[in-house]
C-alpha cells in the first residue's frame, strides 16, 4: 500500500496531486441523463463521503468509477495521469476497489477461498489451500476481527462476511476504496470494527470513498462530502464546515419541476382500510385510502413500504391486523383476489415483477384481463387487439407495434405498460411503487396526469416512492415509513421536507 | 433532463420476424430432404416407405408437443420415454387380463362380440391415459408445491417408472393377443396412417390450448416471468401444473400407440425418447430458457428427425452417422435461436 507523508485530512498543500480526479464526468442511458457532467477530485488518502437520494446517480458514479460501465464522455485523471477506466479489470488494476452493500463473494468457498479469489496461490498448478487459510488467517488477525478463515463464508453473518468482503479489498493493495452504504446491515459492535478499520486504511494512505444515508457516520468519519442531486454533482463541503442541515437541504430538489400537476378532488368513501398490519418486514401499519385521494408511502429503500403492500396484495402472508376494503372486512391471501376485489398493482420492479419482457407488448397489456376477453373456449383476437390498442393509444406507448417485445421499449414506455394493463381491468385501488424511477421527464409528467384521470373517476391511489417530492407534491396523506415502522404520517405539504427526510433518515 | 432522448429510444425498429422466418425454414428444410431423398432413391417416395415415415415420426411428434409446454414454463421433462414405456405396461396388462371381463359382460348384455371389445379397449386406454397425467399431476406436485426443480422430480420418475414397470411384470415382455389392438397402429383412414391421424386429433386441441386459449397466453407469460404473471393475477401453480400433467398425457398417449406397434408391453422400451422430444421441440424452435414455443415446430421438428433417420437408412448410410448429423443439426438451430434472440 502507498503511504504518503500526509496524515492531515483537511489542510493539504494545494499543489498535492489528487489520487483521482474526474473531469466533466457523464453517464447517458437510453431516456435517462444518469450522470450530468461532474467535476470531483479525490485526495489521497480522504475518506470522502457521497450523499444523496435513491436514484440521484450514487450508484452510476460507483460503477463509473469501478470500470462495471463505460462512461458516456468526460475523463479520468489517475495520479495525474489520463486513464481509461472502462473495464473492472482496469479499476483494480489500479488499485480501485469497491465494498458493496450486498456481499457480492462466494458463499459455499471458505473464507480464505474469498480473499484470495481469483489471486490464488498456487504450486506447480496445485491450489495450496492450507498456506492461503494460514495467510488469510493473518490478515484477517491484523485487521483485529476475530474471525476464523478456514469456515464457509456462508457460516458468518451478513456483517461479518462485510468485514470479510473489506479484508479482501485492503489485502489487495488497494489504493482507493469504495464502500456503499457497508453498515446497512452491519450489528453497532461489526460497524465499530468496521470503522476501526476504514480509519487505519486512511492512515496509510488509502483513499476511501463513502456512500452512506447515515449522517451520523458521515460526520464521525469523513473529511470531505459531496451531495449528488437528480444526477448532479450539486456541491463539495468540508465536514468540519458543514452541518447536516445543508446537507439535507443540498440533497432535496429545491426548484420542483412544473411537472406536478396536483389537482383536488372530492374525497369519497374509504376504499381501503388496513388497521394494524403486520407481515414479514412491515410492523403496526395503518393507514386508510379514499376516494379520489393519493396517499403516499416516503421511506429509503428497505423501509417496509413495498413489503407492507405487498401483505396488503396478497402475495406476502399478514401474521396480525385486519384489513377493510370498502369497509367489509376481508381476508386477501392471493393476488387474483386482490384484483377480484379492485386492485391493481404497478410493481416496484419493472423488469423483475412487472413485464414480461420477452413477450410482446399487447400480451403483457392484456395479462390481467384475459378472462374477459376469452368468448367461450378462446381469446377474440378482436378483442384482444382492441384492448391493447387502446392502451398504446390513449397511453401514448412509443412501440412498433403491438407485438414488439416488451424489452424492445425504452424505460418510460415500459413502465405505461405497467401501468396500461391495470386501465382496462377498472380498479378502484390503484397501488403505484415506484412509478417514475428511470423515466424521464416528459413522462413523469404524463404518469402524474394519469393520477389525476384517475382520482376524477373516483378511484383512490397509494403512491410509494423513495422520490419525496414526487410523494410531497401529490399526496394527500404522507406516510413516513423507516425499518419497517410507519413512523410519522402527515397532511398535504403539512411539513417540511428537510423534517421528512430527517424522519425517514432518522437522525 | 433529455426529454426527446425517450422519444427516439421510444420507437424500436420493426421487429424482423425470426420466428416466422425458422418456420418457413424448417418446412423448407423438409421439403429439402424430399425432394433430394426421391431424386437419389427410389424406395423413398413410395406409398409404403412415406407411411412407415409418417408413423415413426408420429410417435415423436407427440412427445415432443407434450415436452412443449413444459419447455414454455421454462421447465423440462425427462420422463417421458419412462412413462410411455410404463404405460406400455399398463395397457398391454389391463388388455390382457382386465378387457376380457369387460367383453364377457357386456356380450351379456347384448352387445355384439366387436362392440364389446371396442368399449373394452377404450376403457383400458382410458385408464392408461388417466395414470399418464397422474404422473403428470405428481411432477406438477414435486415442482409447484414441494419446489423441486423440474430436472430433478423428473430425472426421479425417469429412473423409478422404469424400475416400476419391471417389478409388474417381473422383467417380461407383456404380449397383447388383442389383434384390434394391434391392428390399430398398421391401419389406415382415408389413406392417412392412424397413428398419422392420432397426431392430429392431439395437435388440433394443443393448438387451440396453446394459441387460442388464454392458458396458452399465460404458459408463456409465467415462462417469461413468473413474478410479473403472479402480480397480474395468473394462477402461476396451476398453469404450471397443467404443462406437467399434458406432457404426462402425450407420453401416455404414446405408451399406448407403442403398445399398438410393437403388440407388446415392455417397461424397457423407448429408452432416449425424453431426449429424442426435446431435441424436436428445440429443432422447432422451442427456447429452453422458457416463453417461446409453437404446436407446429415440435412437429415439424419431429418429422425432420424421422425423415433423417429414415433417408439414411434407404441411402444405406452408416446408422451412427444418423447421431451426428442429428447433434449436429441441434448445435445449428440452437444457435440460430441464440442469434435470434440477440437481435431482439
Not at chain 1, 489451500?129 to 490478515?139: L, N, S, T
Not at chain 2, 424500436?12 to 432413391?41: D, N, Q, Y
Amino acid at each position: 500500500m502507498t503511504v504518503t507523508a500526509t496524515h492531515a485530512p483537511v489542510a493539504r498543500p494545494a499543489a498535492a496531486v489528487p489520487i483521482l480526479e474526474l473531469r466533466g464526468l457523464e453517464k447517458r442511458y437510453t431516456g435517462t441523463h444518469a450522470l450530468k457532467p461532474a467535476d470531483l477530485a479525490f485526495e489521497t488518502g480522504e475518506v470522502h463521503a457521497i450523499v444523496g437520494e435513491n436514484g440521484a446517480g450514487k450508484s452510476t458514479l460507483i460503477k463509473l468509477l469501478t470500470g462495471v460501465t463505460p462512461r458516456t464522455s468526460g475523463e479520468m485523471i489517475w495520479k495525474g495521469q489520463a486513464t481509461d477506466l472502462s473495464t473492472p479489470n482496469e479499476a483494480i488494476a489500479l488499485g480501485i476497489n469497491a465494498v458493496h452493500q450486498e456481499v457480492v463473494l462466494c458463499p459455499h468457498l471458505t473464507v480464505a477461498a474469498n480473499i484470495f479469489l481469483g489471486d490464488e496461490h498456487t504450486s506447480r498448478g496445485l491450489l495450496k489451500d492450507r498456506a492461503m487459510v494460514r495467510e488469510a488467517q493473518k490478515i484477517i488477525d491484523d485487521l483485529g476481527f476475530n474471525l476464523p478463515a478456514g469456515v464457509p463464508l456462508s457460516s458468518l453473518t451478513i456483517g461479518q462476511q462485510q468485514l470479510i468482503a473489506t479484508a479482501r479489498a485492503a489485502s489487495r493493495g488497494t489504493q482507493f476504496l469504495i464502500f456503499d452504504e457497508p453498515t446497512a446491515y452491519l450489528t453497532r459492535q461489526e460497524a465499530a470494527q468496521l470503522f476501526a478499520l476504514i480509519r487505519r486504511l486512511k492512515s496509510e494512505g488509502v483513499t476511501i470513498v463513502y456512500i452512506s444515508h447515515r449522517m451520523e457516520e458521515i460526520f464521525e468519519l469523513a473529511d470531505r462530502v459531496s451531495v449528488l442531486r437528480d444526477g448532479t454533482l450539486v456541491g463539495t463541503r468540508k465536514v468540519s464546515e458543514t452541518t447536516d442541515a445543508e446537507l439535507v437541504a443540498l440533497m432535496i430538489n429545491r426548484s420542483i419541476d412544473q411537472i406536478y400537476h396536483k389537482e383536488t378532488f372530492a374525497i369519497g368513501a374509504p376504499i381501503l382500510d388496513a388497521r394494524h398490519l403486520s407481515g414479514p418486514g412491515f410492523d403496526d401499519v395503518s393507514l386508510t385510502i379514499r376516494e379520489g385521494e393519493i396517499v403516499g408511502l416516503y421511506g429509503l429503500i428497505g423501509a417496509g413500504r413495498s413489503e407492507f403492500v405487498m401483505g396488503v396484495y396478497g402475495r406476502q402472508p399478514r401474521t396480525a391486523g385486519e384489513v377493510l376494503w370498502q369497509g367489509r372486512p376481508v381476508d386477501i391471501r392471493s393476488e387474483r383476489q386482490a384484483i377480484d376485489l379492485g386492485m391493481a398493482l404497478a410493481p416496484e420492479s419493472r423488469r423483475d415483477q412487472g413485464l414480461c419482457l420477452n413477450l410482446g407488448v399487447g400480451l403483457n397489456i392484456n395479462l390481467p384481463v384475459f378472462d374477459r376477453l376469452t368468448r367461450g373456449l378462446t381469446i377474440s383476437a378482436a378483442q384482444e387487439r382492441q384492448a391493447a390498442d387502446k392502451q398504446i393509444a390513449d397511453l401514448r406507448i412509443k412501440t412498433a407495434s403491438r407485438n414488439a417485445l416488451a424489452l424492445s421499449l425504452s424505460g418510460g414506455n415500459q413502465q405505461k405498460i405497467v401501468i396500461g394493463k391495470w386501465l382496462n381491468h377498472g380498479a378502484k385501488l390503484f397501488i403505484f411503487d415506484e412509478p417514475t424511477v428511470g423515466v424521464d421527464v416528459g413522462t413523469k409528467a404524463e404518469i402524474y396526469r394519469l393520477f389525476g384521470r384517475l382520482l376524477s373517476q373516483g378511484a383512490g391511489i397509494l403512491l410509494i416512492s423513495s422520490y419525496l417530492p414526487e410523494v410531497y407534491e401529490l399526496a394527500d396523506q404522507l406516510h413516513v415509513f423507516r425499518g419497517g415502522r410507519q413512523v410519522a404520517t402527515h397532511g398535504f405539504k403539512a411539513v417540511s421536507h428537510e423534517q421528512i427526510l430527517t424522519e425517514a433518515i432518522g437522525i | 433532463m433529455t426529454d426527446n432522448a425517450s422519444a427516439m429510444a421510444g420507437a424500436p425498429k420493426a421487429r424482423f420476424e425470426f420466428s416466422r422466418l425458422l418456420g418457413l425454414t424448417l418446412i423448407g428444410v423438409l421439403l429439402a430432404m424430399f425432394l433430394f431423398l426421391s431424386w437419389k432413391t427410389t424406395t423413398f417416395a413410395t406409398p409404403g416407405n412415406l407411411s412407415n415415415l409418417a408413423r415413426q415420426g408420429a410417435i415423436f411428434a407427440i412427445l415432443a408437443l407434450g415436452q412443449t409446454f413444459v419447455i414454455i414454463t421454462a421447465g423440462i421433462d425427462l420422463s417421458v420415454g419412462a412413462v410411455a414405456s410404463f404405460i406400455t405396461v399398463v395397457v398391454a396388462m389391463l388388455i390382457q387380463s382386465v378387457a376380457p371381463g369387460i367383453v364377457v359382460s357386456l356380450a351379456g348384455v347384448g352387445f355384439s362380440d366387436y362392440a364389446a371389445n371396442i368399449v373394452a379397449l377404450w376403457v383400458c386406454i382410458f385408464a392408461a391415459l388417466a395414470l399418464g397425467m397422474a404422473i403428470g399431476a405428481f411432477h406438477a406436485f414435486g415442482v409447484v408445491k414441494m419446489g423441486l426443480p423440474p430436472f430433478i422430480i423428473t430425472l426421479a420418475t425417469f429412473t423409478a417408472l422404469r424400475g416400476v414397470g419391471l417389478l409388474m411384470t417381473n422383467g417380461s415382455t407383456i404380449n397383447v393377443t388383442n389383434d384390434v389392438f394391434t391392428g390399430f397402429s398398421r391401419g389406415e383412414f382415408l389413406g392417412i396412417p392412424n397413428l398419422f391421424m392420432v397426431v392430429i386429433i392431439v395437435a388440433v386441441p394443443a393448438f387451440v390450448y396453446l394459441h387460442l386459449s388464454r392458458w396458452g397466453r399465460y404458459l408463456y407469460a409465467v415462462g417469461s416471468n413468473a413474478e410479473a404473471a403472479r402480480l397480474s393475477g395468473v394462477n402461476v401453480q396451476a398453469v404450471t401444473a397443467t404443462a406437467y400433467i399434458l406432457s404426462a398425457l402425450c407420453a401416455a398417449i404414446v405408451g399406448v400407440m407403442l403398445a399398438s406397434r410393437t403388440g407388446t408391453g415392455n417397461a424397457t422400451q423407448a429408452i432416449g425418447f425424453e431426449l429424442e422430444a426435446i431435441a424436436a421441440s428445440v429443432i422447432g424452435g422451442t427456447s429452453l430458457f422458457g416463453a417461446i414455443g409453437s404446436v407446429w415446430g415440435p412437429l415439424l421438428g419431429a418429422f425432420i428427425l424421422a425423415t433423417i433417420r429414415n433417408g439414411a437408412n434407404l441411402m444405406n448410410v452408416n446408422s451412427f452417422w444418423q447421431f451426428i448429423i442429428t447433434g449436429g443439426l441441434i448445435i445449428l438451430i440452437v444457435y440460430f435461436d441464440g442469434l435470434r434472440r440477440q437481435r431482439r
